[in-house]
């Protein structure tokens, strides 16, 4: 069964720095994309960035460009996605998912929450 | 920047059938995605690659896509349908995803 399972949530003071986890199971990893979501409450989901995770090749969206790191272990079969100065808008849930054999964005880690306050 | 339309909501009734439209420039060209998001869930995919159905996925839910405009139907809607559901796809390039502003289902 295909499986993402993401670190806990984390509360983080502005200007400093978070970093989530995304460990998967269930398929072949190096085959695979990995994309971060993420979803302020009450608000769309918004696209972050992905990971070509054979060949490490990122891609960012341009509003998150300057502060977003996205990283892969290939021995944990792991994503890591790293949000750096911290302002209070970042407070989200940040999902990971995984691009794969046919399809886009399936399945879905359960989601981390981040905080964001002084 | 790329972006996708879709409507704030949708009502129907209870057994009728619901169409939710997502519209983007690009789509004549880029397979879109619909995801599923109940409250406090991470969402669902209950259709790829337009028209293609997941295993596990009601046979209710189908896709469809006519030049700019994707469609998502429920046919025979459910209570357990009332959800957010968003559509997803890339812009021309391929390198860049975006999601549509989201339409919550409520079913009467």
């Known amino acids: 069964q295909m499986q993402l399972l993401q670190s806990g949530p984390e509360v983080k003071k502005p200007g400093t720095s978070v970093k989530v986890s995304c460990k998967t199971s269930g398929f072949t990893f190096a085959s695979s994309s990995i994309q971060w979501v993420r979803q302020a409450r009450g608000q769309r989901l918004e696209w972050i960035g992905w990971i070509v995770v054979d060949s490490g090749d990122t891609n960012y969206a341009q509003k998150f460009q300057e502060r977003v790191t996205i990283t892969r272990d290939m021995s944990t079969s792991t994503a890591y996605m790293e949000l750096s100065s911290l302002r209070s808008e970042d407070t989200a849930v940040y999902y990971c998912a995984a691009d794969q054999g046919h399809t886009k964005f399936d399945p879905w880690g359960q989601g981390t929450l981040v905080t964001v306050s002084s | ?108």
């Open chain 2, 1 to 108: 920047s790329y972006e996708l339309t879709q409507p704030p909501s949708v009502s129907v009734s209870l057994g009728q059938m619901a169409r939710i439209t997502c519209s983007g420039e690009a789509l004549p060209k880029k397979y879109a995605y619909w995801y599923q998001q109940k409250a406090g869930q991470f969402p669902i995919q209950v259709i790829y690659k337009d028209s293609e159905r997941p295993s596990g996925i009601p046979e209710r839910f189908s896709g469809s896509s006519t030049g700019t405009i994707v469609t998502l139907t429920i046919s025979g809607v459910q209570a357990e349908d009332e959800a957010d559901y968003y559509c997803l796809s890339a812009d021309s390039t391929g390198s860049y995803w975006v999601f549509g502003g989201g339409t919550k289902l409520t079913v009467l």
